[in-house]
């Protein structure tokens, strides 16, 4: 894996939303829940000036494996949720939503959202990437 994390930043006046390809596992929350804003077929894909800032927020919290995050140019990010939750899926797969310190080959990282591998074949680690039985 390479060094850094490999985030974009799409800004808007009110709100800048971060992607991070390598942890999308194609929920399509985004998508369903403003298509106005996440279009894959369009480029950029992410146009956060096309909705509200809170409700785009609200859509970002969505993402389960928190490859969508936000910060509002007013100040301020994610509030994690609390207590912190943890769900199994049938497949293995832990979905986290917390407030959660990971530990991952680019160092620790704050995070309030994350799905984990559970099989432990994530190229990934901690974070599922779809290579192993958990993903599948």
Do not use: N
Not at 97 to 102: I, K, N, T
């Amino acid at each position: 894996m390479s060094g850094k994390p490999q985030k974009k930043a799409y800004e808007a006046p009110e709100i800048t939303v971060t992607f991070e390809a390598r942890r999308c596992l194609h929920a399509t929350e985004c998508i369903r829940g403003l298509p106005e804003v996440f279009d894959p077929s369009r480029r950029p894909w992410i146009q956060p000036d096309a909705a509200p800032a809170d409700r785009l927020a609200e859509v970002v919290r969505r993402c389960p494996s928190g490859a969508l995050r936000y910060e509002l140019a007013a100040g301020g990010g994610e509030t994690p949720d609390r207590p912190t939750h943890i769900t199994r899926t049938p497949a293995g797969q832990l979905i986290v939503r917390g407030e959660l310190s990971l530990d991952t080959q680019e160092g620790t990282h704050a995070e309030t959202r994350a799905v984990l591998c559970g099989c432990g074949a994530s190229q990934l680690q901690p974070h599922c990437d779809h290579s192993g039985s958990c993903g599948q």
